[in-house]
């Protein structure tokens, strides 16, 4: 679909694209309550209540420069399970590949009001720019819904460029957590001298009180848009 402008087991999946191989993603516990769709525009004021595991395909040309970022996210299994019911609008008891298309693509032009929840800069100064075309997809693996969206680069990522990546809700409605393994594959999948590195953030709270109590208020959002980077992993990639 091309768009315009818009913690307790753990399991090896297999995401429906060779590039990717295996994520290891591990189920967390969640807390209970009304699920709140943010994707579909709703707004909310609460510490999350959508998890999602995070990895991320980085395209190269045929020269082996960086041309284009795809966020895989993997959504909890009670999220999937809510919003699976108003997925199947043609009331078949089924939910088709048509109708998570569907959801992807509404997904991503919401998302594009809030920069995709990604934060992608070369070496944490200049701003990646995207080009305007979006290819985005749905996918159900493992009962847990799929989201992916292939963002191009207007313009290549030069050799040894590194550039970081952080992926974030910044109101941590939602929480985004890169996998811990195979966070990021490349394609093609044979690409030489590409490298990651997955950089921990720093503890913020400084007090006993655990992340999932903490939110943002809209007001303290509109004033400060990157408030819920400070929970954000960032992911540095390179190739040479």
């Not at 709703?42 to 990895?55: N, Y």
């Not at 991320?56 to 909890?76: C, M």
Request: net charge negative.
């Amino acid at each position: 679909m091309i768009l315009s402008q818009p913690r307790s087991s753990c399991e090896l999946i297999t995401v429906i694209q060779p590039s990717l191989s295996l994520l290891k993603v591990c189920f967390r516990k969640f807390l209970t309550g009304t699920v709140v769709a943010i994707l579909w525009g709703s707004a909310a004021q609460a510490h999350p209540h959508v998890w999602v595991d995070a990895a991320v395909i980085v395209h190269l040309n045929d020269s082996g420069r960086i041309v284009a970022l795809e966020p895989v996210w993997i959504f909890d299994d009670l999220y999937t399970e809510t919003l699976l019911q108003d997925l199947d609008q043609d009331l078949s008891g089924v939910v088709e590949k048509a109708e998570l298309n569907s959801f992807a693509g509404d997904a991503v032009r919401n998302l594009h009001e809030w920069d995709y929840f990604l934060s992608a800069r070369k070496a944490g100064a200049e701003k990646l720019v995207f080009t305007k075309e979006i290819t985005a997809d749905g996918d159900l693996l493992n009962n847990r819904l799929v989201l992916r969206f292939k963002l191009t680069l207007d313009q290549p990522i030069a050799f040894s460029q590194a550039i970081e990546l952080k992926m974030y809700d910044p109101s941590y409605f939602i929480s985004i957590d890169l996998v811990s393994e195979n966070t990021a594959n490349f394609v093609p999948s044979d690409a030489e001298g590409c490298t990651h590195q997955v950089i921990k953030p720093d503890d913020v709270t400084g007090t006993e009180k655990p992340l999932s109590d903490l939110f943002f208020s809209d007001e303290e959002v509109a004033a400060n848009p990157e408030l819920g980077s400070i929970f954000a992993s960032t992911l540095r990639v390179s190739c040479s």
